[in-house]
């Protein structure tokens, strides 16, 4: 029985990295810079370099570790290869294939969100669920299906995208991804800000929002909390896109839990009152009494899934 392996999770800015044993206990966290100047091309040497070092520095067998684990921002197909990853400025890229030549270890390589939401089954706020649907909600919205204990990727690397969803069918503004009415132009932090940009231009109830210069979503869903009408109306929108949205994939995934992430669900219980009342509208009858909870990992979601992914 092999006792390590590394979990790595590359952002636009850093690249966070976890040694853990394989039971899942977190034995050191650490952090190195995602240079993505040239296309990226020094993002995997770095990660295999800062694994090297950390394998001497605490005097490893590489015998004894059972591989690394690596979530990307992007679609990844189930043999570990990247189509693209914008934020990284890559091309096609055999991720898995890359780490593994570079560090002589076994790798696995996955969707962030996706990796995120393995994390959250495994360690986190689904600790011991084998079937779990996550969405984080941040400046986009991400996803991840956790069927039987493992990643749904699909055959492009798109399984799990629930933030492009089509929720609005007469939305003319267009989504990041070129659709239009997707649910990350709703329920991400931006979505939440133009939502209320839209119904303060409807109405003129009165409303504390309308006191400030730029609106963010923290500012909308602190005013929702003291009860402020407006931001209450758009949440209750964002709720009603976001609960009908989860419950038509939890007709397909029939999850023992429903995960919520991301930046924006530091709003808390308010938010996921908002999204279960919806939820409880719309969902099959089987599924209506899947709990919907929030994410408990934070940031270490991404380390944990990835960590996971080998194992």
Not at 90 to 117: C, E, H, M, R, Y
Not at 268 to 287: N, T
Request: glycine share 14%.
């Amino acid at each position: 029985m092999k006792s390590y392996c590394f979990g790595i999770d590359v952002g636009g800015t850093s690249v966070k990295c976890g040694l853990f044993n394989t039971d899942g206990t977190l034995l050191e966290k650490w952090e190195i810079p995602t240079r993505t100047e040239n296309k990226g091309e020094n993002i995997l040497p770095d990660v295999a370099e800062t694994i090297k070092a950390k394998i001497a520095e605490k005097n490893i067998d590489k015998d004894d570790i059972e591989g690394v684990g690596i979530g990307i921002p992007g679609p990844i197909n189930s043999k570990g290869e990247a189509a693209c990853a914008v934020n990284l400025y890559w091309g096609f890229t055999p991720v898995a294939q890359i780490l593994s030549d570079l560090t002589g270890l076994k790798a696995q390589a996955g969707n962030d969100a996706n990796v995120a939401a393995l994390g959250e089954a495994w360690k986190g706020a689904a600790a011991g669920s084998q079937n779990v649907i996550m969405v984080t909600l941040g400046t986009g919205v991400g996803g991840g299906i956790i069927i039987d204990g493992k990643i749904v990727a699909g055959s492009h690397g798109a399984g799990g995208e629930i933030g492009h969803a089509l929720v609005v069918r007469d939305e003319a503004e267009k989504c990041n991804c070129g659709n239009h009415g997707c649910l990350e132009q709703y329920a991400s932090a931006t979505g939440i800000v133009r939502v209320a940009g839209r119904m303060l231009a409807a109405s003129d109830d009165d409303s504390t929002l309308r006191e400030l210069q730029n609106i963010t979503a923290k500012d909308v869903l602190d005013a929702f909390k003291a009860g402020d009408a407006v931001a209450v109306r758009v949440m209750e929108y964002v709720g009603d896109l976001l609960g009908g949205a989860i419950a038509g994939f939890a007709t397909v995934a029939d999850p023992e839990a429903i995960v919520i992430g991301g930046g924006v669900s530091k709003a808390g219980q308010p938010l996921i009152d908002c999204i279960e009342k919806y939820y409880q509208r719309y969902a099959f009858p089987s599924c209506k009494e899947t709990p919907i909870v929030l994410a408990t990992l934070g940031n270490d979601a991404g380390i944990y899934g990835a960590a996971k992914m080998v194992l």
